[in-house]
């Protein structure tokens, strides 16, 4: 049995399904950063601007004590998982530097072509969603000044697909974003600073908010299960070795620190700003909160103008694995600068990237995408796998009860990914049928 490289060669693999070959060249740069240059990544992913959304796409549907403990409790059980995938990173004396290159080498040539095509399905909603917030920050800017209706949310979001190609041509792997991570801290300080101060000045002076769930019993039910997803969506990012592979040795050690720091220190933004938006608003709370605050114009137009562009940077984030594949089965390596390499990106980052621009404009549905994303994806490469993962591959060196723990983990996420994809279809269908395609929302 085989299993291809990025090269395109076959891997030959043990009877047992496990790969037996060393671990793919990579056109990418790995084992150079710190714990905290990584920390910052990973808190990079979890307060972009998607963090504007939470009050309204959380909150609202689960109100506050499902909501507080729905989110606490997720990031506890994220840590977990995600320690599991960690802790595998040198499993079989070799480095797995994908999230597929893990998996195949646990369970053979199937398992590595599924987990590819769930992680390109997580890593391109993402993407998309990346782009669709990019654009509505920018209409809100538009909107601050000239509100005529002249220029649609699609137009908009052509725009912020084209900043994002052009940064994608710019930035050539994970580990050259050092100094675009201590910009989007910057950029994520102003909006998340921003939308705090002005949602708490509106809550200080509103009158006594609504925070009932709406909808009937019907839509509560499909709405509730949505916001479940999308708190999983929350926290996890689906391409933990893609991450941990660029991180200095030791290699668990420093990604356990970085993990930590992750769901501390870089938790504490979110909490800020999804609280205390829909303390201020209640059920009217948007799936943009900037859409709610009320202040001067140049502090609305600033936040969103940071939002746009932080925007971008996350979405490099995860768009590097395709970039990665893309760059090694091609064998572009060299200097970034190269007419050869530097057109390689031109061409094909960009019309990857205009592909998930299309779809943007098409299905602008923010929330609808984030709880698509949980529940196809980040529920099975995050929990269902990492789980049943770990399982296998410390099978012997497990008791009885921690080999119930992660079945019952494998058995009760693997439920939830379906009923979680039945309620964010659903909530498409509605959308879709309020809005057309291409919705100026």
Known sequence: MTVPDFEGNPQKLRDDGAADVEVPDTAHQISRDSWFQVGFVLTTGINSAYVLGYSGTIMVPLGWIYGVVGLIAAAAISLYANALIAKL?????????????????????????????LQYINLFMINTGFIILAGSALKAVYVLFRD???MKLPYFIAIAGFMCAVFAVCIPHLSAMRIWLGFSTVFNLIFVVTAFALSLKDGLKSPARDY????STTSKIFTTIGASATIVFTYNTGMLPEI??????PVVKNMMKALYFQFTVGGLPLYLVTFTGYWAYGSST???LLKNVHGPVWLKATANIAAFLQSGIALHIFASPMYEFLDTKYGITGSPLALKNLSFRVLVRGGYLAFNT??????PFLGDFMSLTGAISTFPLTFILANHMYLVAKKNKLTSLQKLW???????FGIMSVAAAIAALQLIAVDSKTYSFFADL
């Open 148 to 150: 005529d209706h002249q």
């Open 358 to 363: 299309f779809v943007a404009a098409l299905l």
């Open 212 to 215: 009932s769930i709406p909808g």
């Open 286 to 288: 948007s799936s943009y």
């Open 89 to 117: 990173h040198e499993f079989g004396g070799r480095r797995h530097i994908r999230y597929r290159d893990l998996a195949g080498h646990i369970y053979g040539g199937k398992a590595y072509s599924l987990t590819w095509a």
């Open 406 to 412: 992660h079945w019952l983990n494998v058995c009760f």
């Open 244 to 249: 941990q592979a660029t991180i200095r040795q």
